[in-house]
């Protein structure tokens, strides 16, 4: 089985490598080599992971084969749309987030998203109030802090394409906002099947496909913070 990789590699040098065709699988690196190399071992895992989850497991647990199709450097914008070292970060776009969404894909997006808002929750389940809202030194968010950053990433990717709900009604309580966002995402994504909408916001495109792919990550990224500054907490009690 043939897995199409893109990479994206920020100002720095660190880089992800994304399975383009399955959202949710990346890797990420200090290099561009770092990323690529520890891509088939996390493919393994996101593997074994849809396994223990889906009733019917729609991938191989087999090896398969890696083809690097493109790269994508980021760079930075400012309010004129030039090129500036502060001001607005222009992600990837690849050109496999021009593909339409397929009803299969949007079918097991839901699901990648279903499983993965469950162990986000599931990472801070357990802790005390007061545990949800340390701020480790050198950490940019308490467990409490990155909860609400991801229910509010959801409603900006939504937003991006012009399928959110108003911004006032994002609630301020983290938990609550996950619920609403999740919630909107899947609502919205059974109605983006064949969908070829992309729009340009802020000097980036954004596509449907691009959408889910930042939304599974994104999710996922952020359990694995969770459960490394809950490592920390506790070792510090």
């Known amino acids: 089985m043939l897995f199409r990789i893109g990479l994206e590699i920020f100002p720095g040098g ?35 992971w849809i396994h223990q989850h889906s009733g019917a497991p729609w991938l191989p647990l087999e090896p398969g084969e890696y083809q690097l199709e493109e790269t994508w450097e980021v760079y930075t914008i400012d309010d004129e749309y030039e090129l500036a070292e502060e001001g607005y970060q222009v992600n ?6 021009w593909k339409p969404l397929s009803i299969e894909d949007i079918k097991r997006g839901r699901q990648l998203l279903e499983w993965s808002h469950a162990e986000l929750l599931a990472s801070a389940a357990g ?12 950490e940019r968010w308490h467990v409490l802090g990155i909860l609400a950053h991801v229910g509010g990433a959801e409603w900006w990717y939504l937003n991006n394409l012009g399928l959110s709900f108003p911004r006032a009604e994002l609630p ?23 969908d070829q909408l992309v729009v340009g916001v802020d000097g980036e495109f954004w596509s449907p496909r691009k959408l889910l792919r930042r939304a599974v990550w994104h999710v996922r ?3 694995h913070h969770i459960n490394r500054l809950r490592g920390l907490l506790e070792a510090a009690d």
């Open 127 to 138: 802790l005390s109030p007061e545990a949800r809202q340390v701020r480790l030194p050198g």
């Open 172 to 194: 301020e309580d983290p938990d609550e906002r996950l619920a609403r966002t999740q919630a909107e995402l899947n609502r919205r994504l059974p109605l983006l099947a064949g």
């Open 14 to 48: 660190r880089a992800l490598a994304w399975a383009l065709e399955h959202p949710g699988c990346f890797a990420g690196g200090e290099t561009a080599d770092e990323a690529l190399e520890a891509l088939p071992g996390v493919f393994e895992d996101y593997t074994t």
């Open 221 to 223: 990224d952020h359990t």
């Open 92 to 97: 990837a776009w690849f050109l496999h987030d």
